[in-house]
């Protein structure tokens, strides 16, 4: 069972507890996009019942009146078995979406899979015309031309700055190199990217600056920001702007969590308090 300390960065196990969620963040104002935690599944089988649980949630969200979608990480739809593995699932997930009506984002894991990844969503986002999208990190020197590479493709990007540790052959190693990275990829986004440009981060200074890329440009954004994180500022966001928060569920929780409470000295404090007070 979840505990109490997990639910600030976990929806719940089950996928019922994911949509509660989702109806819940609705009412003040967000909508909510659904991970079922799991990745690097190395046996087809697990992919293949991720993929199987992904079809049945796009088909409760379809069914229901929620603002609601889904978003899922490639190594968990089999990219770390086989790259067909992983192109046939999320086929099967893309095609349900389309047919629910349910927009499908797709992670993006270490440097090593862009390739696969950015190669796959772009054939399957040109032959759906849309209802996908695509997270691209500015740490990474290759975005900029990947950017390039999908501004007159159907669908989105999310912009993140990105949560792996590439070497520094492909990566820009400096907190500040990756932030100039982020401000230049979000101004070109804005420039370029007709459908609406996804803004991944909770820095308040990267979201001034896509507000004020937004008056400029006129392009449609939105804000993500993850389940637990700066929630108030995502309740005060929505009525300037659409936010939609990234909501994590399922049983395979507690890496997730940990990674959550590692990051940032404010979530290892939370989760001690939380601990100490039972
Ligand atoms: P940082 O650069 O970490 O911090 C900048 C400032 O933001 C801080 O000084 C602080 O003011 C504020 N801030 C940041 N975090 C917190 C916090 N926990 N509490 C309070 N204030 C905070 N990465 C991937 O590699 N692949 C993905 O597919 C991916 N998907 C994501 C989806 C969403 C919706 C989000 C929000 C992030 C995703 N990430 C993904 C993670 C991302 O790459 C970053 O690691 C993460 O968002 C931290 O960067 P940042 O821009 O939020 O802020």
Redesign the pocket.
């Known amino acids: 069972m979840l505990p109490p300390v997990a639910r600030r960065f976990v929806a719940g196990e089950s996928a019922a507890s994911v949509l509660d969620h989702a109806r819940r963040e609705n009412d003040r104002g967000v909508g909510v996009?659904c991970n079922l935690l799991g990745e690097h599944h190395r046996e087809r089988a697990s992919a293949d019942a991720d993929t199987v649980a992904y079809e049945r949630l796009v088909a409760d969200i379809g069914a229901s009146d929620l603002r609601a979608c889904i978003s899922v990480k490639p190594s968990q739809l089999g990219l770390s078995v086989d790259e067909d593995v992983f192109r046939a699932n999320l086929a099967r997930v893309v095609a349900a979406g389309a047919d629910h009506g349910v927009f499908v984002w797709v992670?993006?894991?270490d440097h090593t899979t862009v390739d696969a990844t950015l190669d796959t969503f772009e054939e399957y986002v040109r032959d759906n015309d849309g209802g996908m999208g695509l997270?691209l990190?500015s740490n990474l020197r290759r975005t900029a031309g990947d950017l390039e590479r999908l501004a007159d493709c159907p669908g989105k990007v999310?912009l993140?700055?990105?949560?792996?540790d590439p070497p520094e052959s492909v990566a820009y190693g400096e907190?500040s190199q990756v932030d100039d990275a982020y401000r230049e990829d979000l101004a070109f986004m804005f420039r370029e990217f007709d459908d609406g440009v996804a803004v991944?981060?909770?820095?308040?200074e990267?979201l001034t600056l896509a507000a004020d890329l937004h008056a400029k440009h006129g392009t449609p954004y939105e804000v993500?920001?993850?389940m637990g994180?700066?929630e108030r500022a995502q309740y005060d966001l929505a009525g300037a702007c659409d936010v939609w928060q990234?909501a994590p569920y399922g049983t395979s929780w507690p890496a997730y969590f940990w990674r959550r409470v590692r990051?940032?000295k404010?979530?290892a404090l939370f989760a001690l308090r939380a601990i100490a007070g039972g």
């Open positions: 996009i992670d993006m894991e997270c990190q999310r993140v700055k990105g949560a792996y907190q991944g981060s909770h820095d308040p990267m993500q920001m993850l994180v700066r990234y990051e940032r404010g979530n």
